[in-house]
């Protein structure tokens, strides 16, 4: 890739201040498949004057020259999706069936989604002699992860764009060709310069450089819920705003009037998706007791007939898994489950008996799991299940809500039956019987999931100050 060894900045490709490289491995064979440069808290310096810089007259532009602006952005997004999908697939593993259409596909759909949610949203309206303003925020850094990566860049991106801020992003070191990409995407649709940059490197470095800085309005974070809380405390000095969609241990509750073997099998094809590495992935699955031993039975079975395998196959339906800690920190959450006396149904520590090679985890289910277990508590981002019994509704509520996460909820059965359910349940995204993915549904977490929302309407919001001008209607 030509400007791996570059930063996007002021609309220029740029060398770094310091010259630093950092392997990329392809998790599937754990060969490097290129290297990208490293940048240095002068380099986000740099980015950040140049968004300053920018922001006088990008924040002044009109919302029908935004909008002209994203609508660009989507057709070149959508040419070059199969290429964002096939690095995605190299750099995390994910299988390049689903990396194509889900993983690059959901890049366009959120900025398609933000052209909807902007056509129809009130940037001045009048509230009796008042004149209300959603004006932009400033200049955002944005810090997004791996594991679905132009999916979390272009919720903040699209937003942030359509309401007049400029940016700084620095993704993931992890994952960070598809970010080049995108910001080749940028300079062709006519980003103007300074409102886009992209500085690579990691978060102790250029993160924290960019989390603490006096002239950054906004961060906005996505990523686990320790490294949430070190971008907030960088933060804090400054008072800025902080946008944070965090970990989850999203609770799957199948009542007793759903088809348990369909709710099971969808359970364990959500939860395993993306080889588990999804924050909202529902990998705590709570079963009427006296059904366990039939729910067991068939996540067993379902585990079982998922093909792990490279991402390259067809066939795949899990990939592995995106690094070598990753796949370290998934094995021993593993091995607790077991030491701690959860019912090994399927899967369990190792890779697949016919790879020899990759970050590949075996698909996991535990049953009889207490709620109170390391493997019910802990994100283990990993194909791991655990099954969790309950009483009553009441029993099942409790249980979903005991958690220090609220990102999602998930629940099977009768509709009216899920949507008194839904209302008592700690999560900021409820989704009853299997929808579809809806891009204009809020999405953030309660607790230690996070705060704010992203998506449509809602990610609009979070890149806008409200200003009140009193007396404007008055002579």
């Known amino acids: 890739m030509k400007n791996a060894h570059r930063f996007y900045i002021d609309g220029e490709w740029i060398e770094p ?4 490289k950092l392997e990329v491995i392809d998790p599937s064979t754990e060969q490097a498949i290129g290297t990208i440069a490293i ?11 140049a968004a300053r810089n920018a922001f006088a007259d990008f924040s002044k532009t009109t919302k029908e020259d935004r909008l002209a602006l994203l609508k660009r952005i989507v057709t070149i997004l959508k040419r070059r999706k199969d290429e964002i999908g096939d690095i995605i697939s190299r750099e995390m593993g994910a299988p390049l069936i689903m990396a194509r259409a889900e993983q690059a596909g959901l890049g366009a759909a959120h900025f398609e989604e933000t052209v909807r949610a902007l056509e129809t949203f009130d940037l001045e309206y ?36 359509a309401t007049g801020c400029t940016m700084v992003l620095k993704p993931s070191e992890i994952a960070p060709f598809n970010a080049i990409i995108l910001a080749e995407i940028m300079h062709e649709a006519g980003v103007p310069k300074g409102v886009f940059n992209l500085v690579q490197g990691d978060g102790p470095t250029v993160g924290a450089a960019l989390a603490s800085h006096p002239d950054v309005d906004m961060v906005s974070f996505t990523g686990s819920t320790r490294a949430g809380i070190a971008v907030a405390q960088a933060a804090a000095p400054t008072v800025k705003r902080v946008h944070q969609e965090l970990g989850g241990k999203s609770p799957n509750i199948i009542l007793r009037s759903a088809d348990l073997a369909a709710a099971v099998r969808a359970g364990v094809r959500r939860c395993f998706a993306n080889s588990g590495q999804s924050c909202n992935a529902p990998t705590r699955m709570l079963v009427p007791a006296e059904r366990m031993e039939e729910a067991s039975a068939v996540a067993a079975r379902e585990a079982a007939a998922l093909i792990v395998g490279p991402p390259s196959d067809p066939r795949t339906a899990i990939g592995p898994v995106a690094s070598a800690a990753q796949f370290e920190k998934i094995q021993a959450l593993i091995e607790k489950g077991i030491a701690e006396g959860a019912e090994l149904a399927a899967g369990g520590p ?3 008996s ?3 090679s990759g970050y590949y985890v075996r698909p996991t289910v535990f049953s009889r799991v207490a709620n109170s277990m390391t493997i019910a508590r802990e994100e283990i981002f990993g194909p791991v299940l655990s099954i969790i019994g309950y009483e ?20 099977h059965g009768t509709a009216s039956e899920a949507r008194t359910l839904a209302r008592r349940l700690r999560a900021g995204t409820v989704r009853i019987n299997g929808p579809a993915w809806d891009g204009a549904a809020p999405f953030g977490g309660y607790k230690q999931s996070g705060n704010g929302r ?15 001008i009193v007396g404007y209607a008055i002579d």
């Open 354 to 356: 016919h790879l020899n």
């Open 454 to 468: 992203e998506y449509g309407k809602f990610g609009l919001h979070e890149f806008t100050e409200i200003k009140g």
């Open 39 to 49: 940048g240095s808290a002068a380099d986000a310096e740099k980015a950040i004057k």
């Open 126 to 161: 009048m509230q009796g002699s008042t004149r209300i303003l959603h004006e932009p925020v400033g200049v955002v850094a944005m810090i997004t992860p791996w594991n679905w990566p132009i999916n979390q860049i272009a919720c903040k991106v699209a937003p942030a764009l």
């Open 350 to 352: 190792g890779r697949p």
């Open 392 to 411: 009553t509704e009441d029993d099942a509520v409790a249980i979903a809500n005991d958690t220090p996460y609220g990102l999602a909820s998930f629940i």
């Open 17 to 20: 201040e310091i010259s630093r």
